[in-house]
T-cell receptor
């Protein structure tokens, strides 16, 4: 079945450091890929998405590229801020008639001033 | 615009008690979902609905029932709560169509003692 694997956290960085959170997936067909972010005490919100191979999703300085050859969708940001501290979830949708999401386990990011 | 609203936000149940979690969305979305979030496991789909009057099982449906009598509401029921159902529950909704964004509620923290 479809699945998503994320790097274990927590990830602790200093402000302005470079961020990478690894995400790989297993899927039949051609899934759509997403990064969701969960700030403390809140629900999840979409950060970015990519719907086909080689697409790059970007938002708020975060980027991720859909790599079909390596089945990966790694999240990157060049310079993190304290306000980026949150839990980040990689997810895929199987393009079926339901838009069901399959999530990775989440990665906690803590950015220190 | 309220988006997705979950009630209650917190609840403590005794083993064997029943309860219903309510999810309401005001975005006229066709699809609605219930997920549970557990440490180290990400979010897992419990049940979902692709339209008024329809429901389907997700990845972890045992011990839960759902109903979608009105398009804007999606109810999750626990008939006989068990400690294994201690979790944070998230409702989400999305428009019909591929690759559409899912909007999440703020969650319900349920503890079964």
């Amino acid at each position: 079945g479809n699945s998503v694997t994320q790097m274990e956290g927590p990830v602790t960085l200093s402000e302005e450091a470079f961020l990478t959170i690894n995400c790989t997936y297993t899927a039949t067909g051609y899934p759509s890929l997403f990064w969701y972010v969960q700030y403390p005490g809140e629900g999840l919100q979409l950060l970015l998405k990519a719907t086909k191979a080689d697409d790059k999703g970007s938002n708020k300085g975060f980027e991720a590229t859909y790599r079909k050859e390596t089945t990966s969708f790694h999240l990157e940001k060049g310079s993190v801020q304290v306000s980026d501290s949150a839990v980040y979830f990689c997810a895929l949708s199987d393009r079926g008639a339901t838009n069901k999401l399959i999530f990775g386990t989440g990665t906690l990011l803590a950015v220190q001033p | 615009n309220a988006g997705v609203t979950q009630t209650p936000k917190f609840r403590v149940l005794k083993t064997g008690q029943s309860m219903t979690l309510l999810c309401a969305q005001d975005m006229n979305h066709e699809y609605m979902y219930w997920y549970r979030q557990d440490p180290g496991m990400g979010l897992r789909l419990i049940h979902y609905s692709v339209g008024e009057g329809t429901t389907a099982k997700g990845e972890v449906p045992d011990g839960y029932n759902v109903s979608r009598l009105k398009k804007q509401n999606f109810l999750l029921g626990l008939e006989s709560a068990a400690p294994s159902q201690t979790s944070v529950y998230f409702c989400a909704s999305s428009p019909a169509g591929e690759n559409t964004e899912a909007f999440f509620g703020q969650g319900t923290r349920l503890t079964v003692v």
